[in-house]
C-alpha cells in the first residue's frame, strides 16, 4: 500500500505545532514552538496573545517540520488539523492557515478533534496498541475516560463535573507559589514529600470526576498555615488524585471487561500517576501511555488521529470552523 503523509497542525491553546506523520504512527517531525515563557507572568495563558503569536510563529515552524521531514509540499497527502476543542482565537489561526494551504495546494483537509489526537499519541509510541481499549484523558482542559471502540468510534463514560485536572494542578501549584504551568513542579516537589496530610473525600456515583473540593481544600490549608509542609502538600494532593484515578478507571475497565487501559493528555506526565497506573500490572492489566513529548499538546498527534479520520473517509471542506467546545466524535 502507498505512504500516506498527513501534515498535522495544531494551536489549540498556547502551542504552535505542526508535524509530519507516515502511515499514521511514524513520526518524521514534529516542531513545538511553546509560548510558556510568554505566558509565565501572567499566570495562565492570555488568549489574545496566544492568537498573535500563534500568527507570527505558524509559517516558520511549518517550514521547519517539512525540513526536518525532508519532504516538501509535494509529498503531502492529507492536511489535519484541530478544529476545536480549545481557544477560538488560537483554533482559527491553524484553522485558516490549513484551509490556505489545502486550497492552494490542492490537498484533502481533514478537521481533527484535539481530545482525539491525545489519544492517538499512543498509538505513535505503543505500534501495537489497537481499539478496543480504555483511555483516561488527564489534561488542562479535560478529564474524561473514554472507552474507544474503534479508531473513530468513541463513548464518554465518565468525566469531570467541574474543574479538569490539569487546571486543579495549575490552581495548586499557583497559590503555594510554584509558578506556571504547575504540573511539572507539584510532580517534581511531591517527590521529596510524603503523603501525610489528609483531605476531604468528594464522593460521587458512577464514574465522573470532581477536583474542585479538593483544590479548595489545599487552598485553604494554605492560607490558614502558610508555614506548612509544601513537598507533603504536593504528595498528599497527588495520592488523593491519582487514588480517584485509578479507582474510576478500574471500575470502567471492569464493566467493559477491558484489562487495556491507556492514559492521555498533558497530567499523564506524572511520574507518580504514572507509578500508579503501572502496579495495575500486576493484576493482569496492561497499561500504556504516550513518552513525554507526545503527552502535551503537540502536533503528531494530530496528525496520526487527522489519518485515521482520513483513512475512514472524513474530508472536510472550506467551511471548516474553528468550534471551542467540540465534543469528542463531533
Ligand atoms: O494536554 P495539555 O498540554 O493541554 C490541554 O489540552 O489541556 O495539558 C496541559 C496540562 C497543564 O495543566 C499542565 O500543568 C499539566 O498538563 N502537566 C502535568 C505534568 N506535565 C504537564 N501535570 C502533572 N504532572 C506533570 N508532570
Ligand atoms: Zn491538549
New binding site residues.
Partial sequence: MKDIITLGIES??D?TSVAVVKNGREVLSNVINSQIKIHEKFGGVVPEIASRNHIEAISGVTEQALKQAKITFNDIDNIACTYGP?LVGALLVGVSYAKGLSYALNKPLTGTN?IEG?IAANYITHKELKPPFLCLIV????THLVHIQDYDKFNIIGKTRDD?I??A??KV?RVIGLGY????K??NLAKEGEPNIELPKTHIDGLDFSFSGVKTAIINLHHKNPNINKADLCASFEKYVTDILVQNSLKAANELGIKTIALA???S???Y?RKEFLKLENDGYKIYYPEPIL???NAAMIASAGYYRYMTGVVSNLELNAVPNLKIQD
Avoid at 139 to 142: E, F, L, R, T, Y
Fill in positions: 489549540s491553546c502551542e480549545g484535539h491525545h489534561s488542562g482542559g479535560h479538569a490539569g487546571e494542578f495549575d501549584a504551568p504547575g504540573g511539572p507539584v510532580d493528555g498533558g497530567v506526565a506524572n511520574s500517576i503527552c502535551t499538546d
